[in-house]
């Protein structure tokens, strides 16, 4: 009886890799948007995984027990905290908003009529006109505005909601994934990814002790900077700032906003400028978000280029200048994530070189001649000898 091959002939087995790399790269590029998503949510999964992989070890709880007792407690913290305060701060809010239009009209009539300063006189009349027109469009917004606005807000609950959904499936599910992606390769070669994996693993937990020396840097530094700038609860707002590090796009906002809103609200302890309270707060809250501004690029461009570059061991101009152009083409998350990427593409890199010479796989075993993972295999079994034979070998 003849037996069919079913075996793929090797020219067809490459064009259908070739077709399914193309096909996922395709994929790729029309879903970008859908993959950053999931980049962040993979991001903010890696930074709480500590505390489940704490628990686990601490505790007798399962993974999923961990998982959902971290998970939900993050998730409580960072939606129900916000919503609890944000009433609180509602009436105060309204107040600045009020104070705000208040001082914007005073500015504009002040500007409408020529000012004399010594024997010159200045005329802004101009610029107080722009000023009120300015005003009254940003009063009355056109309803088409809104509903722009109302389908952009849309739109990014969803994404809010894509990116919660796909942290608990990474935090939950990622040592299925690990093993399913370890075994892509074929068998031969899974201690060498088990290895990869291993080294991987170890960049990116340099990475998170780096942004958790950054993240103790940033504090310190804001906290002494809104001590001298005489901003009530500076050290509250130098931890969040701090804390505000990890978040992209949205975390220095929010601490930015936080610190100006503070100056507007309270002001200075001792910076006064003007007679009126309420112009001497907004240039306060001027002054504390040009300090905002500075500080936080020296942060970005200076001080976490050194701090990452000691962590992972990488020189500190190539991340400065990685940090620069992922800034410029990808914005604050690219600038977050491109160092330890580029450390995890350095070490894939490296172990392919190695192979492809055919030297070991990983620079710790030494520069021996490379082995095929075949004759590993053979070299691993043992012969088993007759017993008498054995005997007289002993012997």
């Given at each position: 009886m003849n037996k069919t091959n079913n075996q793929w002939s090797l020219p067809f087995r490459y064009t259908v890799g070739i077709i399914i790399f193309i096909g996922i790269v395709a994929l790729l590029i029309y879903a970008r948007e859908a993959v950053k998503m999931l980049v962040i949510a993979a991001f903010v999964a890696y930074i709480?995984?500590?505390?489940?992989?704490?628990?686990?070890?601490?505790?007798?709880?399962?993974?999923?027990?961990?998982?959902?007792?971290?998970?939900?407690?993050?998730?409580?913290?960072?939606?129900?905290?916000?919503a609890t305060l944000t009433p609180i701060f509602f009436d105060e809010i309204q107040i600045v908003a009020r104070d705000l239009l208040d001082l914007s009209a005073e500015f504009s009539n002040l500007l409408s009529n020529p000012i004399q300063f010594g024997g010159m006189v200045f005329h802004f009349e101009q610029l107080g006109e722009s000023l009120a027109h300015w005003q009254d469009a940003v009063l009355t917004p056109l309803p088409e505005e809104a509903l722009a606005l109302l389908e952009t807000t849309s739109v990014n609950l969803l994404w809010l909601l894509v990116i919660i959904v796909s942290v608990y499936?990474?935090?939950?599910?990622?040592?299925?994934?690990?093993?399913?992606?370890?075994?892509?390769?074929?068998?031969?070669?899974?201690?060498?990814?088990?290895?990869?994996?291993k080294r991987l693993r170890n960049v990116w937990m340099a990475y998170l002790r780096g942004q958790i020396v950054l993240m103790v840097v940033v504090g310190i530094v804001f906290t002494i900077a809104w001590m001298i700038l005489g901003i009530p609860g500076a050290l509250v707002l130098g931890v969040l700032a701090g804390l505000f590090t990890l978040i992209p796009d949205v975390g220095p906002?929010?601490?930015?906003?936080?610190?100006v809103a503070v100056a507007l609200l309270e002001g200075s302890t001792w910076i006064r400028l003007s007679d009126s309270a309420g112009m001497n707060n907004i240039i306060v809250a001027g002054i504390v978000l040009v300090a905002y501004l500075v500080?936080?690029?020296?942060?970005?461009?200076?001080?976490?280029?050194?701090?990452?570059?000691?962590?992972?061991?990488?020189?500190?101009a190539l991340i400065f200048i990685s940090i620069m152009a992922a800034t410029i083409l990808e914005g604050i998350m690219g600038a977050l994530l491109i160092v330890p990427l580029l450390a995890s593409i350095t070490v894939i890199m490296e172990y392919l070189r190695r192979r492809v010479l055919g030297l070991a796989p990983f620079t710790d075993e030494g520069e021996q001649q490379f082995v095929p993972p075949v004759e590993k295999i053979k070299s691993r079994r043992q012969v088993r000898l007759p017993s008498k034979e054995k005997r007289k070998i002993d012997q």
């Open positions: 709480i995984s500590p505390a489940v992989t704490m628990l686990i070890h601490n505790t007798k709880l399962s993974r999923t027990a961990a998982v959902n007792i971290v998970y939900f407690s993050a998730l409580i913290f960072l939606v129900g905290v916000p499936l990474f935090m939950n599910e990622w040592p299925h994934m690990r093993d399913w992606l370890i075994n892509l390769a074929p068998e031969p070669y899974h201690d060498d990814m088990h290895e990869l994996y906002f929010l601490a930015a906003a936080l610190a500080l936080i690029n020296l942060k970005n461009f200076f001080v976490r280029p050194i701090i990452m570059g000691r962590s992972l061991h990488m020189n500190e």
